[in-house]
């Protein structure tokens, strides 16, 4: 950016001025009190500065008894190489102004048309522009500002003058970066041990979860298998009942043949008995019979042996009535009595044989009786086994119905828990399962089903936090690596820069029988990094520049030499210094004249120079501008 001209209205001591520069070396010079400081006052205030001479409100700048001033800076848009520097203004001249007014307003104008700070900003940026560094422009006494200011904020200045702030704003960038990381990376790690330590309370509360579903689960396994249990004790009934009946059954067929086979001993024992009976009542009859016949028999004998002990009654008798009586004549009776003996003999063994078969009739009936009643009394005794069994059959039926009836209902409820299981235990014991079952759940009664939803949240949030945390910890091992590689390319760039701006230094300084060193202090930390300026003068070790150790020209002298070093490095093509050599002795003040002229030959960039004297720039290419002040106003001159 180089500025064609300057237009000044009603500034400090400027009522109306037009000033030209050219590029290169401009020099304003002039008497004290004349008004050249306030030319560039005026260039700073319109570029956006906020810097002012002696502290001053922008509306003291204002020329007394006016309500306003204006401040219009020409640039230079012309093309170079077929390209404008701005090519959103088709113009070869940009119009830029700043208007201040009494009441404390004041605004930008480019082309004209209002514009804001940051529009300006904007285009002085396109140009390397920072008119608040004073290593572009160095207003009044700022060369020994800048010989007081630390190591670090020279250090950023420059930075900012060559343009290698991306380099610091990457680096502080990936340390922003870096320290949001860090940040980051505490609140998650904090997020993580709070989730971790709420994920431990509900994993422990899903763990009781778990268990009451393994209860809930085995309850309904052990309901399953207490109905199937239920099923088998109720065919196991069945099964006995109906073993049972079969048994009865066939205890009942065994009483009815045994009935069968008593009744037919009865009615076998029966008729022998009737026929035992009949033979006795036939024998019973001889013995009757031969009873009677011995009777007789003995009748006879009895009155033969009384005729015979009667004899002379018997003859007499006899002689009587002989035909009647003739047998019995004692002879007849004698054979009558012994035939009456044989005879009651043979009846008495008869009747003994009768006696004898009488008594073994009556043996064989009483005997056989016995067994009829014997037979009588089984089968009663069989005939009351048959109704037991009968009736109990008839129970066992009952109970057969019941426990069928009783199975369906089982078996339709046992279907309803889940397919037929094998079942190896109790109904008893499986109950006793259920109760203790029942027991374990009473215990893990407040846990709710929300227990498993919660455990999943947190779950996944302990999940997400530690995927964040690796992700953070990863992000931070690449931002550590971003920052080192990034802290590297600051530190080359910047200690390549430094090295060829501290040879250009020493060449300065040694023309000025000085030697110096310009170095990168504190390179490892980019916070604390800081340029140190180091100066020997009269032979002297060189030490760091600063406001005590060296004199106010030796100063300038060292600041003025590492300025025209930096010179080639800065961005700006335009750069102004005011009154850089009131300290400095005039051979010093040639020989910073002469570095300077011979640095600035590109017709690209433009020096401003404010100056007492113009003495040491009187040569050619040199754009002389002489102020004074006439009359209270500042007037402009243009000598050469």
Known sequence: MLIQEVILENF???EY?????????????????AGKSSLLLAISVALGQSYTERSRKLSDLIRWGKDRARVTLILDNSKRGGRRPVPKYSKDQIFLTRVLRRDGKYWFELENRAATKQDVERLLGRFGVDPDNMLI????????????????????????????????????QAQRKLTRILSQEESVGKLLESAEQTLNYWREQYERYQEKKQLQTKRRFLERELAWAEVERREGILKGLEA????????????????KTVKAHLDSQQSQQQMLKAEVKVVFSERLNF???????????????????????????????????????????????????ERIAKVNERLKENQARLQNLEEAVGKITEEILDNRVQLALLQYRRENALANLERIDAALKEAKSHLNDVIIKAEQTGTRIAVLKSVAEIQDEIRVTDGHLAALADISEDIERMYESYSKLYLELKEKAQLVAENREKTLEEVKVRM???????????????????????????????????????????????VGFKGGKPVPLDSYTQSGGERTTATMSFLLALQQHVRSPFRAVDEYDIHMDPKNRELIARMLLALIQDAL?????????QITFAQEGVNIITVQNVEGKSVVREVA
Request: hydrophobic share 40%; glycine share 4%; net charge negative.
């Open 605 to 613: 960039a433009q020096y401003i120079v404010i100056t007492p004297s």
């Open 137 to 172: 422009i160095m207003h009044q006494n700022m060369v020994e500002q800048f010989t007081v200011l630390s190591s670090v904020e020279k250090l950023r200045m420059v930075e900012a003058a060559v343009g290698l702030e991306p380099f610091r704003e990457n680096v502080l």
């Open 291 to 341: 009873e009677r016949e011995i009777a007789e028999n003995e009748v006879t004998l009895s009155l033969c042996e009384q005729l015979l002990t009667e004899t002379s009654f018997l003859e007499s008798a006899i002689q009587k009535n002989a035909s009647q009586f003739k047998l019995m004549r004692s002879e007849n009776l004698r054979a009558m009595l012994e035939s009456a003996r």
């Open 244 to 259: 049972e009946r079969h048994r009865d059954e066939e205890a009942l067929n065994r009483i009815e043949a045994e009935m």
């Open 17 to 33: 001025a037009r000033v030209p520069f050219k590029p290169g070396v401009n020099v304003i010079c002039g008497p004290n009190g």
């Open 12 to 14: 400090m001591s400027y």
């Open 488 to 534: 590297d390319a600051w530190r080359n760039v910047m200690q390549s820069l430094l090295d060829r701006v501290n040879l250009e230094y020493q060449k300065i300084m040694s023309q000025a029988l000085a030697t110096g060193e310009v170095r990168l202090a504190n390179g490892h930390d980019i916070e604390t990094a800081g340029l140190e300026i180091l």
